[in-house]
């Protein structure tokens, strides 16, 4: 069985569809991109899955508990942890009482020491700044606390919400190397990508999204070589 | 000394600084008025003193913390009041103890504005910004004119309601009346000072600072930042949003409850919205969630226009309105801003060299 599951999703803001019925899975241990074009439904995808905004119809399984009755508070509880699109970290709380927030919804203090001592390993310059107010931190730098605040709750799996956006070239490896380093250590990865060269480079499958439907998914080694994939997202 | 003053975390000198400022005021006030000193008025002033800044502080949580507009704050002072007030009334034979009598009051008007707050804001917490605004500025207002409409007497038969009028109530001739509609409560017993007001007010403020540096105001805080990111760590979002609102109207109907005590009638038509509005100017122009400013500028902004009063009499609001209106220009002027915060570490230095040559 699949750590995550989707079924048939169909997601409505109002009259306009979003998602017209997609389905994918996501295996424990793998890195998945779900890629596409803007307004092709990456965003609201996650979104349906982390609990943000209702699905209309379909199923959503973790771990094969069905998600979309699941207050999106619960959500993470279950182990599913989100690092939302555009940094949205708490700006006026310090490094160290974002990362805080992010172990929120756990009760065991001492594994929670242990792993904000992780998070410091990970992103040294997070422990340089612990008690910076968070709003000042440099782009790359507010990436990676929301990483970090994510990685605090202990996910099985974490989804990732353009997690590249508005960096700078050398930042972009920074963080894709780190994706790639919290997938070794156990985590799943669902990364949600504009940036598909990098994005299909370090994943183990991807799906691509176009207009609500998935198009097109199989190996992201074989995709990166597809000619329409090439042309559509790779600019080649 | 290093290792020390490290302990000491940031949050807790400030707001140890606070209690200290709150209880330096308190002793000169005191020490003024046992040498009678105090003008009359003055002394009149400073139990609404404590309770302004109690309103202050506590619409704060919501404002400041919470980040949302809250403009209901007199209703649930009126709720608090009302309810102080009959509960007194009602037992001033029973209890005969201003001591035992007054806190249970003050608990029980505290508790049912509480309860009040947490029942509006399970609907009304769901709008946001300018919305809630209004509709918390009309339960405010709702609140106020059922308190101003509610008639009730007791005889020989026993308690009688109405919303209507007196005669609706079918009260024996011989009934006593408690509560008399746009009249309001009558004989309410004195039991608030000075004293009692303040050690509110200090408990107040240890709350609201407790509040703000725990887990759930940090979370309450978290929310007010980023709603999306607060959701997707996992926080309860309406359980936060209803823990500050409901802590808010707790503080509100604790003030009000004072506030009644302090005069033998209490009528609702006290509690409108401009109350409401005159905390929130206390709110905004203390600095929002700031505390200590809040006490501050609700004490400033009190005093301002009874010392007018005493000078140029029945121009002062036109003055109190100009000083407000430069408060406003001063505080959101960012260039003036860096000014005085330039000049003010400047100082600082000052005292700081002085301190280290005097150490030598």
Do not use: W
Not at chain 1, 135 to 152: D, I, K, N, V, Y
Not at chain 2, 227 to 243: D, F, M, Q
Not at chain 2, 296 to 304: E, Q
């Amino acid at each position: 069985m699949a750590l995550l599951e989707i079924n048939d999703l169909h997601v409505n803001y109002g009259m306009i569809t979003a998602l017209k019925g997609i389905s994918f899975e996501v295996n424990e241990g793998e890195v998945i991109a779900l890629i596409g074009a803007n307004g092709a439904g990456k965003t609201t995808t996650l979104h349906a899955l982390t609990g943000l905004i209702p699905a209309k119809s379909g199923s959503i399984k973790l771990n094969g508990t069905e998600l979309t009755k699941v207050p999106a508070h619960k959500i993470v509880e279950m182990g599913m942890a989100h690092v939302p699109e555009g940094r949205r970290i708490f700006q006026h709380l310090s490094v160290l009482d974002n990362l805080k927030l992010g172990a929120y919804t756990r009760k065991d203090k001492a594994n929670i020491e242990k792993d904000m001592q992780m998070v410091y390993e990970r992103f040294p310059r997070l422990a340089e700044r612990k008690s910076q107010i968070a709003g000042t931190l440099s782009g790359g730098e507010q990436q990676m606390l929301a990483m970090g605040r994510a990685l605090m709750s202990n996910p099985k799996i974490i989804v990732m919400d353009e997690p590249s956006m508005g960096l700078s070239p050398i930042l972009v490896s920074e963080i894709f190397d780190i994706i790639t380093s919290i997938r070794k250590d156990g985590t799943t990865v669902l990364l949600v990508e504009q940036n598909a060269k990098k994005a299909l480079a370090i994943a183990d499958r991807a799906y691509v999204l176009e207009t609500g439907n998935i198009v097109l998914s199989g190996n992201a080694s074989d995709l990166i070589n597809d000619e329409s994939i090439k042309k559509a997202y790779l600019g080649e | 000394m290093k290792t020390k003053s490290k302990l000491i975390k940031p949050y807790t000198k400030k707001s140890f600084i606070t209690y200290a400022l709150l209880i330096a005021v308190f002793t000169i006030v005191q020490l003024i008025l046992n040498f009678g000193k105090m003008s009359f008025m003055m002394q009149s002033l400073l139990v609404p003193l404590c309770v302004y800044s109690i309103l202050a502080v506590s619409l704060n949580l919501t404002v400041g913390i919470l980040g949302e507009l809250s403009l209901g704050q007199a209703g649930f002072m009126c709720i608090g009041a009302y309810s102080g007030a009959l509960f007194s009334s009602l037992m001033k034979e029973a209890i005969p103890e201003a001591m035992v009598r007054f806190p249970i009051a003050i608990l029980l008007g505290g508790l049912c504005a509480a309860l009040f707050g947490v029942l509006i804001g399970i609907p009304v917490l769901r709008l946001r910004g300018d919305y809630l605004a209004i509709v918390t500025l009309a339960f405010g207002e709702i609140i106020k004119n059922i308190c101003a409409s509610l008639y009730l007497g007791k005889d020989a038969e026993g308690f009688h309601l109405s919303i209507k009028s007196a005669a609706d109530m079918n009260m024996a001739p011989d009934g006593k009346m408690i509560i008399n509609g746009a009249l309001g409560l009558n004989g309410t017993p004195k039991d608030s000072n000075f004293t009692v007001a303040f050690i509110i007010l200090l408990i107040t403020v240890i709350i609201a600072y407790n509040f703000v540096y725990s887990r759930t105001g940090r979370a309450v805080m978290s929310i007010r930042d980023n709603r999306i990111a607060a959701e997707s760590v996992g926080l309860n979002i309406t359980k936060y949003k209803l823990i500050t609102f409901g802590l808010t109207a707790f503080l509100a109907g604790v003030a009000g409850v004072i506030y009644s005590h302090n005069f033998s009638t209490l009528q609702a038509s006290k509690f409108d919205y401009n109350m409401s509005i005159l905390i929130l100017v206390f709110v905004v122009l203390g600095g929002i969630g700031s505390i200590r400013g809040s006490v501050i500028a609700a004490v400033v902004l009190t005093l301002i226009p009874e010392l007018l009063r005493e000078t140029i009499g029945n121009y002062r609001m036109l003055f109190y309105a100009v000083i407000l209106i430069a408060m406003m220009l001063v505080t959101s002027n960012s260039k003036l801003k860096g000014r005085i915060t330039a000049y003010t570490n400047k100082l600082k230095g000052l005292i700081k060299k002085e301190k280290k040559g005097e150490i030598k």
